[in-house]
């Protein structure tokens, strides 16, 4: 058999989706409005917590003609139940997944049912109340204002340690704390590490709460089938598939009654990564109104109450040597999940992905975890770009910095002291890492730094001062379907299914179940599909977010698009490949192995006038079977499945940055930022680092400037961007970005996955650069001005003391145990 041509992999072909994009031809949730539509508006609560006591359509002002109005009581029972199952306790090293696999629902779990419209009780500013709907979208908003809510007031839970209090109030009724879940992990032995270690070192970390803000806001427009039992329902969504599987269950529908269609969608990053409530109540009301209902979310709606992310507490403590050796790692994990568990990660993915991936690139084989999941009354906690990851690294790396300064030891040689150097590796965990360069990433980020000499330079004195630092961190991508089983949570899957096919004029066309959201994912997979077909990319159609017409897929999210969804285009694509040399072998009356593919022509290879084009050849498949090699059935087209290695396969970078810190103001800058990764295998480089730079830019967002905050009785104080600060092309420098190649052997082409990696490493690497330049450790983000002229001038928040946290009884015991 004839090879596949490879020289498409690793191109820095430019983006197909472009054209498209730019000029205004994409369409979006918003551009879509059937004729005969009623534009739906939430009612949404005022009181963080509360007992609803009415809802009052008109009693002040009339309700405008036509208007409808639906409470909670309307649709009662409908909303989202994300459920957690048992979780392995420990995990032994080397023990496989099967071992561990969970069953039942986790006893330590405690339920919370999202509403689609709240009945009887709020839980947190924004939570819907009402839907109003009317034909016009703006009568609409005044309809929605003649609605009232009378409340009786119920006392908030806003804070973390207090959640955890003896006599706090408590979120939902029945439950018997403030806790979703409660996880305690050890693998190895810490008491052997303590005696090996000499020194003890302890920090306390806060990653502040922040919003996702993709450039799309959420929405949803669902319209009743022809048929009129079924729905088609778009929604700006990464998942169509798990959005039909869910939504058709709450409305106790069959699934082929429910098409979702996702159209271009303008940004994700997790946030669209989950069914909504939303979309299940637009979906029903179709259904009763038989007419078309869409719901499109304001900026104020999303920044209220569309998924949140980071909120996470942590301690560390480390038993190291004196050379600086990390020996062993205790760690307590706070995070604050918010009012509802989210579908289908439920709350404890946060929670619960930080002990998987803190230890990351160093070798640690001795650690212990404890992860809570706190309900408060605050919006809802879900996947973000990095999901837990972005924290993590910013603890470890902390640490790292921690233990260097109290050891006199330099912060980049005690890193080189505790990577990992040989792979593959298994870590304490279990996971077992393919392949990685951690040690020359961070080699040449030091050095493109010139770390020893701009570490060395005295600042004192200055009002401007400058500091570098780095952050050294793998990314878990691509996680197989044992890997979802392990995790408790509702999607047990972790595969991908392409659909491809070449049309009777020799075009191709890619259908899949994964979403692009700007990614550049369209661009990727052509190319992946041209390269194995060997046809020109520009002849590839890729088809996108629409159950109607794609194989079932869980979407797109974690860093897998390229390495499965590409994988598994691979995989059909040489099925193709192979279909189409057997036809023309017999039609040129040649050995398959006597032909070769290039850009869409099949040639002989000792005679290169003997050929035959895919165009013919696929006239001859699709309209002209009876010249087909007897026995071969007509058609080209070919469906295949990848599923991820077990556990997933390991991307690694490092990042550094250098600062200048304005000493009057506390106000920082940051004048260089480098990157060194590795994701294996590029299929093409400039995607890769238009990723990387999408990635930092809102890393450097959370590091310096994006928080989400609430009064001390839950009103939302950071709901315009007034007040939520994003980062702007001034706050983020041009990028030296540098590649290391270490391809995985688990995976087609020796792909991982890096969708996520660049918003990993921002928040320790500028965290160690500002310490450096005021020469204090900080540890907590965003590292806004009145933050670091406050550490800069010695005051350390009572929340960054280990006492703080350690007098609430909740969290002793973790600690007290050793």
Not at 46 to 68: C, F, K, M, S
Not at 180 to 192: E, M
Not at 203 to 227: F, H, K, S, Y
Not at 747 to 756: I, L, P
Request: with cysteine.
């Amino acid at each position: 058999m004839a090879e596949a041509p490879k020289g498409l992999i690793g191109e820095r072909i430019p983006r197909l989706e472009d054209d498209r994009l730019t000029t205004g031809r994409g369409r979006y949730l918003d551009d879509l409005t059937p004729v005969g539509t009623l534009h739906l508006r939430f009612v949404r609560s005022q009181r963080a917590h509360a007992r609803l006591t009415a809802v009052v359509p008109g009693e002040y002002e009339p309700l405008p003609p036509e208007a409808i109005v639906i409470t909670g009581k309307d649709v009662l029972g409908l909303g989202i139940q994300a459920d957690a199952r048992v979780v392995p306790k420990v995990i032994e090293p080397h023990q496989r997944y099967d071992d561990n696999r969970p069953t039942e629902l986790d006893p330590a779990w405690q339920s919370s049912l999202q509403p689609a419209l709240a009945h009887e009780v709020v839980r947190y500013v924004g939570e819907p109340i009402a839907a109003v709907l009317h034909p016009d979208p703006y009568v609409v908003e005044d309809a929605a204002e003649a609605v009232s809510v009378h409340y009786e007031d119920l006392e908030p839970v806003i804070d973390m340690r207090g959640a955890l209090a003896a006599d706090a109030p408590i979120v939902h009724e029945g439950w018997r704390d403030n806790v979703f879940i409660r996880r305690h992990r050890t693998y190895g032995d810490l008491k052997a590490a303590r005696e090996r270690g000499k020194h003890t070192v302890r920090i306390t970390t806060r990653t502040n709460r922040q919003a996702g803000v993709p450039l799309e806001n959420r929405g949803c427009l669902a319209m009743p089938d022809a048929t009129g039992r079924g729905v088609v329902l778009w929604t700006s969504s990464q998942m169509p598939h798990l959005v039909r599987t869910y939504v058709s269950r709450a409305l106790g529908i069959p699934e082929n009654l429910l098409r979702v269609i996702a159209p271009e969608v303008g940004g994700g990053f997790g946030v669209k990564g989950h069914v909504f409530p939303d979309e299940v109540l637009v979906s029903e009301l179709a259904r009763r109104l038989q007419r078309p209902v869409k719901w499109t979310e304001d900026r104020v709606e999303h920044l209220l109450s569309s998924i949140h992310a980071r909120d996470h507490a942590h301690r560390l403590e480390a038993f190291v040597d004196d050379d600086g050796r990390v020996h062993g790692i205790r760690a307590q994990i706070v995070v604050d999940a918010g009012a509802y568990s989210v579908f289908p990660w439920t709350a404890g993915s946060d929670s619960g992905m930080v002990p998987k991936v803190m230890i990351g690139p160093y070798d640690i084989q001795d650690v212990e975890f404890e992860d809570i999941a706190i309900a408060t009354n605050k919006s809802p906690l879900g996947t973000y770009r990095g999901v837990g990851r972005p924290s993590a690294t910013f603890s470890i790396e902390r640490l790292m910095d921690t233990v260097a300064e109290q050891l006199g030891l330099d912060a980049v040689e005690v890193r080189r002291r505790n990577l990992i150097t040989e792979f593959p590796y298994r870590a304490a965990n279990g996971l077992l890492y393919d392949s990685g360069s951690y040690l020359d990433t961070l080699n040449k980020v030091s050095e493109e730094l010139d770390w020893e000499v701009a570490r060395a330079t005295d600042q004192g004195g200055q009002r401007y001062r400058r500091g570098v630092g780095v952050s050294v961190f793998n990314e878990q991508t691509a996680h197989g379907t044992p890997d979802f089983e392990v995790r408790g949570t509702p999607i047990e899957t972790g595969y991908q299914g392409m659909r491809v096919e070449i049309n009777p004029d020799g075009t191709s066309v890619i259908f899949m179940g994964l979403q692009s959201h700007g990614q550049g994912l369209e661009t990727t997979l052509a190319q992946v599909m041209a390269s194995e077909l060997g046809v020109l990319p520009s002849t590839v159609k890729v088809v996108h977010g629409d159950t109607g017409n794609s194989p079932y897929s869980v979407g797109t999210w974690g860093s897998r698009g390229a390495v499965l969804g590409g994988g598994a285009v691979a995989r059909a694509a040489r099925e193709l490949r192979a279909k189409v040399l057997k036809i023309a072998a017999f039609r040129l009356d040649v050995a398959e192995d006597d032909l070769e593919i290039e850009r869409g022509v099949v040639r002989v290879k000792k005679n290169p006038s003997q050929l035959r084009t895919i165009a013919q050849i696929a006239e001859i498949a699709i309209r002209r079977a009876a010249k087909m090699p007897p026995g071969l059935a007509p058609g080209l087209d070919a469906l295949a499945y990848v599923d991820g290695p077990d556990r997933g396969t390991f991307s690694n970078a490092c990042h550094g940055a250098q600062v200048v810190l304005d000493t009057w103001t506390g106000r920082v800058r940051i004048e260089r930022y480098v990157v060194a990764e590795d994701c294996g295998t590029m299929l093409n480089p400039t995607i890769v680092e238009g990723q990387v730079q999408g990635g930092v830019a809102q890393g450097i967002g959370n590091a310096l400037l994006e928080e989400f905050n609430y009064s001390d009785d839950g009103q939302p104080m950071s709901a315009t961007f007034m007040d939520y600060l994003m980062p702007t092309a001034t706050d983020v420098p041009a990028l030296e970005i540098h590649h290391f190649d270490s391809p995985s052997p688990w995976t087609e082409n020796g792909v991982k996955g890096m969708g996520e990696a660049g918003a990993i490493g921002p928040l320790a690497a500028v965290a160690a650069a500002v310490s450096h330049a005021v020469g204090a450790q900080l540890y907590e983000t965003p590292m806004q001005m009145e933050r670091v002229f406050a550490i800069q001038e010695g005051d350390v928040p009572e929340h960054l003391t280990w006492e703080y946290w350690h007098e609430c009884p909740r969290l002793r015991g973790f600690w007290d145990d050793f």
